[in-house]
C-alpha cells in the first residue's frame, strides 16, 4: 500500500512538501508519481520520477516543484515550492508496484491567496 503524508494549508507564495511510502511485500516499484484534482476538474499528472530518476512535470509546475525517490526506502516525496492558489487540490501518489499500479489516500493542500 501507499501512505501519503503532509498537506495542509500554506499561503501563497511558500513551501510544502508531501512525502509517500510504499509498505507491504515489494519485489519492485516502476514509476512514481504525484498527481492532484481540484474540485470540478479531472485527475492531472503533476510530476512522475521512473526507476532510474528520469523526472518529467506537468508544463504548470516545472521550476516549482521537485520530485524525487529513495529505492532504498521505497518513497517518493515532492518539494513543491513557490505555490499559488491554482495549486489547491488534493494530491495522490501512484506508484507502479509489482506490476499494479497503487494510488496513495490523497492528501490536501490548499493554497491561499
Known amino acids: 500500500q501507499l501512505q501519503a503524508s503532509g498537506g495542509g494549508l500554506v499561503q501563497a507564495g511558500g513551501s510544502m512538501r508531501l512525502s509517500c511510502a510504499a509498505s507491504g511485500f515489494i519485489f519492485s516499484i516502476n514509476d512514481m508519481g504525484w498527481y492532484r484534482q481540484a474540485p470540478g476538474k479531472q485527475r492531472e499528472l503533476v510530476a512522475g520520477?521512473?526507476?532510474?530518476?528520469?523526472?518529467n512535470y506537468v508544463e504548470s509546475v516545472k521550476g516549482r516543484f521537485t520530485i524525487s525517490r529513495d529505492n532504498a526506502k521505497n518513497t517518493v516525496g515532492l518539494q513543491m515550492n513557490s505555490l499559488k492558489p491554482e495549486d489547491t487540490a488534493v494530491y495522490y501518489c501512484?506508484?507502479?508496484?509489482?506490476?499494479?499500479?497503487?494510488w496513495g489516500q490523497g492528501t490536501q493542500v490548499t493554497v491561499s491567496s
Open positions: 520520477i521512473s526507476s532510474g530518476g528520469r523526472t
Open positions: 501512484n506508484a507502479g508496484i509489482n506490476g499494479r499500479a497503487r
